[in-house]
Protein backbone atom coordinates (compact mmCIF):
# COMPACT_ATOMS: atom_id res chain seq x y z
CA UNK A 1 0.00 0.00 0.00
CA UNK A 2 1.43 3.34 -0.62
CA UNK A 3 2.49 5.86 2.19
CA UNK A 4 -0.76 7.36 3.05
CA UNK A 5 1.10 11.07 4.31
CA UNK A 6 0.00 12.71 0.68
CA UNK A 7 -3.12 11.75 0.84
CA UNK A 8 -4.39 12.67 3.77
CA UNK A 9 -3.14 16.22 4.42
CA UNK A 10 -6.12 17.99 5.60
CA UNK A 11 -6.23 21.02 3.70
CA UNK A 12 -6.28 24.34 6.03
CA UNK A 13 -9.15 26.80 5.66
CA UNK A 14 -8.06 29.63 3.91
CA UNK A 15 -9.36 33.08 5.94
CA UNK A 16 -11.08 34.20 2.11
CA UNK A 17 -12.24 30.70 0.94
CA UNK A 18 -15.80 29.82 0.69
CA UNK A 19 -16.54 27.11 3.40
CA UNK A 20 -18.06 25.51 0.78
CA UNK A 21 -14.74 25.10 -1.28
CA UNK A 22 -12.88 24.77 1.91
CA UNK A 23 -15.07 21.64 2.75
CA UNK A 24 -15.07 20.14 -1.29
CA UNK A 25 -11.27 19.47 -0.69
CA UNK A 26 -11.82 17.98 2.88
CA UNK A 27 -14.27 15.80 0.88
CA UNK A 28 -12.63 14.87 -1.57
CA UNK A 29 -9.74 14.06 0.51
CA UNK A 30 -11.39 12.23 3.25
CA UNK A 31 -13.60 9.87 0.76
CA UNK A 32 -10.22 9.08 -1.13
CA UNK A 33 -8.44 7.55 2.12
CA UNK A 34 -11.37 4.96 2.73
CA UNK A 35 -10.75 4.17 -0.99
CA UNK A 36 -7.35 3.79 -0.40
CA UNK A 37 -7.83 2.06 3.29
CA UNK A 38 -9.66 -0.98 1.08
CA UNK A 39 -7.68 -0.90 -2.22
CA UNK A 40 -5.91 -3.84 -1.42
CA UNK A 41 -8.78 -6.01 -0.35
CA UNK A 42 -10.62 -8.39 -2.85
CA UNK A 43 -14.43 -8.46 -2.74
CA UNK A 44 -14.45 -11.34 -0.17
CA UNK A 45 -12.14 -9.90 1.98
CA UNK A 46 -14.89 -7.05 2.52
CA UNK A 47 -17.68 -9.35 3.29
CA UNK A 48 -15.93 -10.50 6.52
CA UNK A 49 -17.16 -9.79 10.23
CA UNK A 50 -15.05 -11.77 12.26
CA UNK A 51 -16.56 -10.38 15.92
CA UNK A 52 -20.25 -9.09 17.07
CA UNK A 53 -18.75 -5.54 17.09
CA UNK A 54 -17.18 -6.04 13.94
CA UNK A 55 -18.68 -4.84 10.65
CA UNK A 56 -17.34 -5.65 6.67
CA UNK A 57 -15.37 -3.40 4.88
CA UNK A 58 -18.06 -3.15 1.93
CA UNK A 59 -20.70 -2.05 4.45
CA UNK A 60 -18.36 0.75 5.87
CA UNK A 61 -17.93 1.78 2.37
CA UNK A 62 -21.76 1.98 1.65
CA UNK A 63 -22.87 2.74 5.32
CA UNK A 64 -20.58 6.14 5.29
CA UNK A 65 -22.49 6.88 1.91
CA UNK A 66 -25.62 6.31 2.89
CA UNK A 67 -24.43 9.11 5.93
CA UNK A 68 -24.66 12.06 3.03
CA UNK A 69 -27.12 10.61 1.02
CA UNK A 70 -29.64 10.47 4.28
CA UNK A 71 -28.85 13.44 5.91
CA UNK A 72 -27.92 15.77 3.21
CA UNK A 73 -28.49 14.94 -0.36
CA UNK A 74 -32.19 13.66 0.83
CA UNK A 75 -32.81 16.77 1.79
CA UNK A 76 -30.77 19.40 0.63
CA UNK A 77 -30.43 18.32 -2.95
CA UNK A 78 -33.16 19.36 -5.10
CA UNK A 79 -34.72 16.60 -7.04
CA UNK A 80 -32.52 14.24 -5.97
CA UNK A 81 -32.64 10.62 -6.79
CA UNK A 82 -31.46 8.05 -4.31
CA UNK A 83 -29.58 5.68 -5.66
CA UNK A 84 -31.52 2.79 -4.74
CA UNK A 85 -34.34 3.68 -2.21
CA UNK A 86 -33.95 0.36 -0.58
CA UNK A 87 -30.50 1.29 0.98
CA UNK A 88 -31.90 3.71 3.22
CA UNK A 89 -33.16 0.92 5.65
CA UNK A 90 -29.90 -1.56 4.40
CA UNK A 91 -27.39 0.32 5.12
CA UNK A 92 -29.02 2.26 8.46
CA UNK A 93 -26.52 1.64 11.44
CA UNK A 94 -28.73 2.58 13.98
CA UNK A 95 -30.92 5.10 13.49
CA UNK A 96 -34.61 4.37 14.81
CA UNK A 97 -35.99 7.87 13.47
CA UNK A 98 -34.54 6.69 10.24
CA UNK A 99 -36.50 3.84 10.00
CA UNK A 100 -35.83 0.01 10.52
CA UNK A 101 -32.23 -1.25 10.23
CA UNK A 102 -30.89 -5.04 9.77
CA UNK A 103 -29.52 -6.72 12.29
CA UNK A 104 -25.87 -6.10 13.05
CA UNK A 105 -24.83 -9.28 13.19
CA UNK A 106 -26.10 -10.30 9.62
CA UNK A 107 -24.27 -7.45 8.01
CA UNK A 108 -21.71 -10.17 6.49
CA UNK A 109 -24.67 -11.75 4.31
CA UNK A 110 -25.22 -8.63 2.32
CA UNK A 111 -23.55 -10.43 -0.68
CA UNK A 112 -26.03 -8.09 -2.60
CA UNK A 113 -25.15 -5.14 -3.52
CA UNK A 114 -21.81 -6.25 -4.57
CA UNK A 115 -18.91 -4.10 -3.99
CA UNK A 116 -18.34 -2.63 -7.48
CA UNK A 117 -22.04 -1.71 -6.86
CA UNK A 118 -20.90 -0.35 -3.28
CA UNK A 119 -18.02 1.72 -5.39
CA UNK A 120 -20.76 2.79 -8.03
CA UNK A 121 -23.02 4.12 -5.01
CA UNK A 122 -20.17 6.14 -3.74
CA UNK A 123 -19.18 7.67 -6.77
CA UNK A 124 -23.25 8.75 -7.13
CA UNK A 125 -23.71 10.44 -3.61
CA UNK A 126 -19.94 11.87 -4.93
CA UNK A 127 -20.84 13.58 -7.54
CA UNK A 128 -23.67 15.17 -6.17
CA UNK A 129 -22.13 16.08 -3.21
CA UNK A 130 -19.44 18.14 -5.25
CA UNK A 131 -21.90 19.43 -7.00
CA UNK A 132 -23.74 20.82 -3.77
CA UNK A 133 -20.68 21.89 -2.08
CA UNK A 134 -19.79 24.02 -5.48
CA UNK A 135 -22.97 25.53 -5.54
CA UNK A 136 -24.51 28.59 -3.15
CA UNK A 137 -27.26 26.52 -2.01
CA UNK A 138 -25.77 24.89 1.46
CA UNK A 139 -26.28 27.33 4.33
CA UNK A 140 -24.36 27.33 7.24
CA UNK A 141 -26.20 24.50 9.06
CA UNK A 142 -26.12 22.47 6.26
CA UNK A 143 -22.36 22.69 5.95
CA UNK A 144 -22.30 21.68 9.34
CA UNK A 145 -23.46 18.50 8.53
CA UNK A 146 -21.15 18.25 5.99
CA UNK A 147 -18.48 18.27 8.57
CA UNK A 148 -19.98 16.21 10.77
CA UNK A 149 -20.50 13.56 8.01
CA UNK A 150 -16.96 13.85 6.74
CA UNK A 151 -15.82 13.41 10.94
CA UNK A 152 -18.19 10.37 10.91
CA UNK A 153 -16.44 8.56 8.14
CA UNK A 154 -13.14 9.43 10.02
CA UNK A 155 -14.95 7.46 12.71
CA UNK A 156 -15.97 4.53 10.27
CA UNK A 157 -11.72 4.42 8.67
CA UNK A 158 -10.51 3.46 11.99
CA UNK A 159 -13.07 0.84 12.77
CA UNK A 160 -12.15 -0.06 9.01
CA UNK A 161 -8.58 -0.94 10.06
CA UNK A 162 -9.57 -2.35 13.29
CA UNK A 163 -12.44 -4.50 11.77
CA UNK A 164 -10.15 -6.00 8.97
CA UNK A 165 -7.27 -6.53 10.99
CA UNK A 166 -9.54 -8.85 13.53
CA UNK A 167 -11.06 -10.40 10.30
CA UNK A 168 -7.72 -11.48 8.71
CA UNK A 169 -6.40 -12.65 12.42
CA UNK A 170 -9.58 -14.78 12.06
CA UNK A 171 -8.29 -16.84 9.12
CA UNK A 172 -5.99 -19.48 9.69
CA UNK A 173 -3.80 -18.51 7.14
CA UNK A 174 -3.17 -14.87 8.99
CA UNK A 175 -2.80 -12.42 5.74
CA UNK A 176 -1.18 -8.75 6.37
CA UNK A 177 -3.82 -5.97 5.90
CA UNK A 178 -0.55 -3.77 5.37
CA UNK A 179 2.74 -6.10 4.85
CA UNK A 180 5.24 -3.15 4.47
CA UNK A 181 4.14 -0.90 6.76
CA UNK A 182 6.96 1.30 8.10
CA UNK A 183 8.45 -0.23 11.02
CA UNK A 184 10.47 2.15 13.41
CA UNK A 185 13.95 0.54 14.98
CA UNK A 186 13.33 -1.36 18.15
CA UNK A 187 14.87 0.77 20.69
CA UNK A 188 14.11 1.03 24.41
CA UNK A 189 11.11 2.93 25.25
CA UNK A 190 11.52 6.23 27.15
CA UNK A 191 11.89 5.76 31.14
CA UNK A 192 8.78 5.51 32.57
CA UNK A 193 8.45 8.47 35.11
CA UNK A 194 5.46 10.48 36.75
CA UNK A 195 4.28 14.28 36.14
CA UNK A 196 2.67 16.40 38.89
CA UNK A 197 -0.01 18.02 38.08
CA UNK A 198 -1.41 20.27 40.93
CA UNK A 199 -5.39 20.10 40.03
CA UNK A 200 -8.18 22.71 41.22
CA UNK A 201 -11.11 24.42 39.56
CA UNK A 202 -10.25 23.77 35.67
CA UNK A 203 -12.84 23.66 32.75
CA UNK A 204 -13.33 20.68 30.45
CA UNK A 205 -15.15 20.08 27.52
CA UNK A 206 -15.00 21.46 23.79
CA UNK A 207 -15.50 25.79 23.68
CA UNK A 208 -17.69 25.28 20.82
CA UNK A 209 -15.47 27.35 18.32
CA UNK A 210 -14.88 24.62 15.95
CA UNK A 211 -15.72 21.01 14.82
CA UNK A 212 -16.77 18.53 17.43
CA UNK A 213 -18.75 15.57 18.48
CA UNK A 214 -21.85 16.84 20.89
CA UNK A 215 -20.49 14.88 23.45
CA UNK A 216 -17.67 16.85 23.83
CA UNK A 217 -19.97 19.62 25.62
CA UNK A 218 -20.55 21.95 27.35
CA UNK A 219 -17.64 23.25 28.58
CA UNK A 220 -17.65 22.98 32.19
CA UNK A 221 -16.20 23.39 35.45
CA UNK A 222 -14.85 20.08 37.86
CA UNK A 223 -12.59 20.47 40.54
CA UNK A 224 -9.57 18.07 40.74
CA UNK A 225 -7.02 16.98 43.68
CA UNK A 226 -3.50 16.89 42.80
CA UNK A 227 -2.53 13.59 40.55
CA UNK A 228 0.47 12.40 39.28
CA UNK A 229 0.36 10.98 35.53
CA UNK A 230 2.78 8.29 33.76
CA UNK A 231 4.83 10.17 31.47
CA UNK A 232 3.84 7.25 28.38
CA UNK A 233 1.82 4.72 28.29
CA UNK A 234 2.51 1.55 30.10
CA UNK A 235 4.65 -1.26 27.46
CA UNK A 236 4.73 -4.88 26.71
CA UNK A 237 7.51 -5.25 28.53
CA UNK A 238 5.88 -3.92 31.99
CA UNK A 239 2.60 -5.88 30.77
CA UNK A 240 4.47 -8.97 30.27
CA UNK A 241 5.60 -8.09 34.16
CA UNK A 242 2.24 -8.53 35.51
CA UNK A 243 1.34 -11.55 33.41
CA UNK A 244 4.68 -13.16 34.65
CA UNK A 245 3.35 -12.37 38.45
CA UNK A 246 0.00 -14.38 37.80
CA UNK A 247 -2.05 -11.54 36.87
CA UNK A 248 -4.40 -13.12 35.04
CA UNK A 249 -5.01 -15.79 38.20
CA UNK A 250 -5.25 -13.05 41.37
CA UNK A 251 -8.85 -12.56 41.45
CA UNK A 252 -7.86 -9.54 43.99
CA UNK A 253 -6.35 -7.18 41.12
CA UNK A 254 -9.95 -7.39 39.24
CA UNK A 255 -12.77 -5.78 39.62
CA UNK A 256 -15.92 -8.47 39.69
CA UNK A 257 -16.78 -8.28 36.38
CA UNK A 258 -13.14 -7.89 35.15
CA UNK A 259 -12.93 -11.17 37.02
CA UNK A 260 -15.62 -12.55 35.60
CA UNK A 261 -14.62 -11.68 31.76
CA UNK A 262 -11.21 -13.43 32.39
CA UNK A 263 -13.10 -16.71 33.10
CA UNK A 264 -15.41 -16.27 30.72
CA UNK A 265 -13.42 -15.88 27.88
CA UNK A 266 -10.48 -17.74 29.23
CA UNK A 267 -8.27 -14.45 29.00
CA UNK A 268 -4.27 -14.89 29.79
CA UNK A 269 -3.19 -12.38 27.60
CA UNK A 270 -3.66 -9.36 25.04
CA UNK A 271 -6.00 -9.94 22.04
CA UNK A 272 -3.76 -10.99 19.62
CA UNK A 273 -0.94 -12.63 21.52
CA UNK A 274 0.22 -16.44 21.38
CA UNK A 275 3.28 -18.11 23.10
CA UNK A 276 5.14 -20.46 21.02
CA UNK A 277 8.05 -22.19 21.48
CA UNK A 278 8.29 -20.10 25.25
CA UNK A 279 8.22 -16.55 23.72
CA UNK A 280 4.92 -14.52 23.01
CA UNK A 281 4.12 -13.04 19.40
CA UNK A 282 1.63 -11.27 18.54
CA UNK A 283 -0.81 -10.75 15.05
CA UNK A 284 0.00 -7.13 13.84
CA UNK A 285 -1.86 -5.15 10.38
CA UNK A 286 1.78 -6.51 8.71
CA UNK A 287 1.62 -9.87 10.04
CA UNK A 288 2.99 -12.49 12.93
CA UNK A 289 5.46 -11.09 14.83
CA UNK A 290 7.52 -11.25 18.04
CA UNK A 291 6.44 -9.24 21.09
CA UNK A 292 8.33 -6.09 21.67
CA UNK A 293 8.90 -5.02 24.83
CA UNK A 294 9.65 -1.44 24.51
CA UNK A 295 5.75 -0.95 22.52
CA UNK A 296 3.22 0.09 24.03
CA UNK A 297 0.66 -2.68 25.13
CA UNK A 298 -2.51 -2.32 23.28
CA UNK A 299 -5.49 -4.69 22.70
CA UNK A 300 -6.51 -4.52 26.28
CA UNK A 301 -9.87 -4.14 28.23
CA UNK A 302 -10.79 -1.86 30.44
CA UNK A 303 -11.13 -4.45 32.69
CA UNK A 304 -7.03 -5.87 31.76
CA UNK A 305 -5.90 -1.94 32.66
CA UNK A 306 -7.56 -1.83 35.50
CA UNK A 307 -6.23 -5.00 36.62
CA UNK A 308 -2.60 -3.42 35.76
CA UNK A 309 -3.04 -0.70 36.78
CA UNK A 310 -4.01 -1.90 40.65
CA UNK A 311 -1.19 -4.40 39.88
CA UNK A 312 1.37 -1.81 39.61
CA UNK A 313 0.07 0.03 42.74
CA UNK A 314 -1.87 2.84 40.86
CA UNK A 315 -4.96 3.56 39.48
CA UNK A 316 -6.47 5.14 36.02
CA UNK A 317 -6.78 8.57 35.03
CA UNK A 318 -10.20 9.93 35.12
CA UNK A 319 -11.32 11.40 31.61
CA UNK A 320 -11.04 15.09 33.48
CA UNK A 321 -7.11 14.50 34.24
CA UNK A 322 -6.43 12.99 30.96
CA UNK A 323 -8.01 16.19 29.36
CA UNK A 324 -6.19 19.04 31.99
CA UNK A 325 -2.83 16.77 31.02
CA UNK A 326 -3.28 17.13 27.70
CA UNK A 327 -4.92 20.72 26.91
CA UNK A 328 -1.57 22.51 25.79
CA UNK A 329 0.10 19.56 23.43
CA UNK A 330 -0.20 19.57 20.17
CA UNK A 331 -2.11 16.80 18.68
CA UNK A 332 0.89 14.94 16.90
CA UNK A 333 1.80 11.62 16.95
CA UNK A 334 1.60 7.85 15.57
CA UNK A 335 -1.70 8.55 14.05
CA UNK A 336 -3.14 6.98 10.91
CA UNK A 337 -1.02 9.34 9.01
CA UNK A 338 2.37 7.40 9.64
CA UNK A 339 1.01 4.42 7.83
CA UNK A 340 2.50 1.73 10.93
CA UNK A 341 -0.73 0.90 11.66
CA UNK A 342 0.72 -0.34 14.77
CA UNK A 343 2.11 1.48 17.92
CA UNK A 344 5.86 2.39 18.37
CA UNK A 345 7.88 2.36 21.65
CA UNK A 346 8.10 5.95 23.32
CA UNK A 347 11.07 8.50 21.52
CA UNK A 348 13.49 8.84 24.49
CA UNK A 349 14.27 12.07 22.96
CA UNK A 350 11.22 13.78 22.58
CA UNK A 351 11.13 17.23 24.13
CA UNK A 352 7.27 17.21 25.07
CA UNK A 353 7.37 15.99 28.58
CA UNK A 354 4.15 13.76 28.37
CA UNK A 355 4.58 11.40 25.30
CA UNK A 356 2.37 9.78 23.49
CA UNK A 357 -0.80 11.66 24.42
CA UNK A 358 -2.09 11.33 21.01
CA UNK A 359 -2.02 8.05 18.73
CA UNK A 360 -0.53 5.08 19.43
CA UNK A 361 -2.87 3.20 21.60
CA UNK A 362 -6.08 5.34 23.05
CA UNK A 363 -5.70 5.57 27.04
CA UNK A 364 -8.81 3.63 29.04
CA UNK A 365 -10.10 6.15 31.32
CA UNK A 366 -11.43 5.36 34.62
CA UNK A 367 -14.76 7.41 33.49
CA UNK A 368 -18.34 6.04 33.14
CA UNK A 369 -19.33 7.87 29.70
CA UNK A 370 -21.94 10.00 30.88
CA UNK A 371 -23.54 13.01 29.46
CA UNK A 372 -21.76 16.47 30.71
CA UNK A 373 -23.76 19.21 32.95
CA UNK A 374 -26.27 20.47 30.47
CA UNK A 375 -25.65 18.20 27.66
CA UNK A 376 -28.51 18.47 24.83
CA UNK A 377 -28.16 15.77 22.22
CA UNK A 378 -28.86 17.51 18.53
CA UNK A 379 -32.32 17.41 17.53
CA UNK A 380 -33.71 14.61 14.80
CA UNK A 381 -32.00 11.71 13.87
CA UNK A 382 -28.51 13.03 14.77
CA UNK A 383 -29.37 13.33 18.03
CA UNK A 384 -28.77 9.39 17.98
CA UNK A 385 -25.40 9.71 17.10
CA UNK A 386 -23.97 9.63 20.22
CA UNK A 387 -26.31 10.47 23.65
CA UNK A 388 -28.27 7.07 23.39
CA UNK A 389 -25.29 4.85 24.37
CA UNK A 390 -24.66 6.66 27.73
CA UNK A 391 -24.84 3.91 29.62
CA UNK A 392 -22.53 0.63 30.84
CA UNK A 393 -19.18 2.18 28.39
CA UNK A 394 -15.88 3.59 29.38
CA UNK A 395 -14.19 6.21 28.04
CA UNK A 396 -10.71 6.49 26.30
CA UNK A 397 -9.09 9.20 25.19
CA UNK A 398 -6.31 10.22 22.28
CA UNK A 399 -6.95 8.39 19.31
CA UNK A 400 -4.83 5.47 18.00
CA UNK A 401 -2.51 4.62 15.57
CA UNK A 402 -5.26 3.96 12.83
CA UNK A 403 -7.22 7.56 14.01
CA UNK A 404 -6.85 10.02 11.20
CA UNK A 405 -4.75 13.03 12.86
CA UNK A 406 -7.48 16.22 11.47
CA UNK A 407 -9.95 13.48 13.66
CA UNK A 408 -8.53 13.84 16.86
CA UNK A 409 -8.10 16.38 19.97
CA UNK A 410 -7.80 16.72 23.40
CA UNK A 411 -11.55 17.26 24.59
CA UNK A 412 -12.35 14.19 21.76
CA UNK A 413 -14.37 10.95 23.96
CA UNK A 414 -14.36 7.67 22.34
CA UNK A 415 -16.34 4.94 24.13
CA UNK A 416 -16.78 1.17 24.55
CA UNK A 417 -17.82 -1.27 26.72
CA UNK A 418 -15.19 -2.42 29.77
CA UNK A 419 -14.60 -5.74 27.70
CA UNK A 420 -14.05 -4.75 24.38
CA UNK A 421 -10.36 -5.72 23.26
CA UNK A 422 -10.31 -5.32 19.10
CA UNK A 423 -9.53 -1.25 19.78
CA UNK A 424 -5.90 -0.12 19.57
CA UNK A 425 -6.26 0.56 23.26
CA UNK A 426 -4.04 0.84 25.78
CA UNK A 427 -2.90 1.87 29.63
CA UNK A 428 -1.83 5.15 31.09
CA UNK A 429 -1.68 5.14 34.91
CA UNK A 430 -1.79 7.43 37.46
CA UNK A 431 -1.70 8.37 41.32
CA UNK A 432 -2.92 10.48 43.96
CA UNK A 433 -0.25 13.21 44.69
CA UNK A 434 -0.33 13.29 48.61
FE1 LIG B 1 -21.86 5.22 11.48
Known amino acids: MAQLKPVLSF ?42 EASPAKWHLAHTTWFFETFILSTHFEGYRPFDQRFRDLFNSYYNA ?18 DEVRKYRQHVDSRM ?91 RVFLQPFRIAVRPATCGEYLAFMDDRGYERPELWLSDGWKAVQ ?13 DGAWY ?57 GSFHPQPAAAADATPLLQLFGDVWEWTA ?18 YNGKFMSGQMVLRGGSCATPQSHIRATYRNFFQPEIRWQFSGIRLADDSI
Request: hydrophobic share 35%; with cysteine; aromatic share 8%.
Open 282 to 338: QYTCSGMRKVEESEPVCHVSFYEAEAFARWAGARLLTEYEWEMAAAQSAVKGNLLES
Open 11 to 52: PAVQPEERRGDALARQYATVRALSELLTATLSAEDQMVQSCP
Open 264 to 276: THHWTAPLYWEKS
Open 130 to 220: EKLLASSVPTDSVLDLVELGLNHEQQHQELLVTDIKHAFWSNPLRPAYQPDAPRQAVAASAPQKAQTFAGGLVEAGHDGRSFHFDNESPRH
Open 367 to 384: SAYLPYPGFKPATGALGE
Open 98 to 115: IGVQPEKALRNTFSRPGL
